[in-house]
Nanobody, 123 residues
Framework: QLQLVESGGGLVQAGDSLRLSCAAS????????MGWFRQAPGKEREFVAA????????RYADSVKGRFTISRDNAKNTVYLEMRSLKAEDTAIYYC????????????????WGQGTQVTVSS
């Protein structure tokens, strides 16, 4: 089992920045490709960003491209999501997830999920 714990969420104003962290434990973190997803109230969970195990491949949803940056530190067993120029529509619960299939946009390809961290952006 791979345990994932997100942190760093909070209440911010539009235009602010926030960095989310996802700490992993239980298995070899550096073997896993990681993703960030989010779910807003009344909406389905959607892809935000993903990064390959080595960090060489990253992917972003169009809605966050240029504003969000995903990165990882395998020595610290942690993946990050740096969020800038936040908008009200970024308000959601943010989840990190892990899989062995690549930096996928598809939630069904992820095997392990954290419990999420709330991000609220006031306009």
């Amino acid at each position: 089992q791979l345990q994932l714990v997100e942190s760093g969420g909070g209440l911010v104003q539009a235009g602010d920045s926030l960095r989310l962290s996802c700490a992993a434990s239980g298995r070899t973190f550096s073997s896993y490709d990681m993703g960030w997803f989010r779910q807003a109230p009344g909406k389905e969970r959607e892809f935000v960003a993903a990064i390959s195990w080595s960090g060489s491949d990253t992917r972003y949803a169009d809605s966050v491209k240029g504003r969000f940056t995903i990165s990882r530190d395998n020595a610290k067993n942690t993946v990050y999501l740096e969020m800038r120029s936040l908008k009200a529509e970024d308000t959601a619960i943010y989840y990190c997830a892990a899989n062995l299939l690549g930096a996928s946009r598809n939630s069904y390809e992820y095997d392990y999920w954290g419990q999420g961290t709330q991000v609220t952006v006031s306009s």
